[in-house]
Nanobody, 125 residues
Framework: VQLVESGGGLVQVGGSLRLSCAASGFAFEDSTIGWFRQAPGKERKAVATIRLTDGYRYYADSVRRRFTISGDDAEKTVYLQMDSLKPEDTAVYYC???????????????????WGQGTQVTVSS
């Protein structure tokens, strides 16, 4: 199993970025993929998740209506479109695959068994 994030960078307040998570080594179309973020000194928290079997999505309250998660089965890639970025969105962003054997809610990091290396997003004011 491999997950590789890309698309992070430095952006000004109000700007946009699109993160990509390229997946391999498992049945992508049957999985749930989550985007998480971790700022310095803070715990890792879910940003958005997508269940690729039926498209069910979860969004954290702090990003709802600004971020959009989507999946492309042909490309085996999950995207996170981030608009109207704020300084508090600054963090390392990780994508992860939910362990199919765990019944935990999709926002729980403990439910995920494989993680990417992370990509830095910095929003300057």
């Amino acid at each position: 199993v491999q997950l590789v994030e890309s698309g992070g960078g430095l952006v000004q307040v109000g700007g946009s970025l699109r993160l990509s998570c390229a997946a391999s080594g498992f049945a992508f179309e049957d999985s749930t993929i989550g985007w998480f973020r971790q700022a310095p000194g803070k715990e890792r928290k879910a940003v958005a998740t997508i269940r690729l079997t039926d498209g069910y999505r979860y969004y954290a309250d702090s990003v709802r209506r600004r971020f959009t998660i989507s999946g492309d089965d042909a490309e085996k890639t999950v995207y996170l479109q981030m608009d109207s970025l704020k300084p508090e969105d600054t963090a390392v962003y990780y994508c992860a695959r939910k362990n199919p054997d765990k019944l935990a809610v999709p926002a729980d990091p403990e439910a995920y068994d494989f993680w990417g290396q992370g990509t830095q997003v910095t929003v300057s004011s």
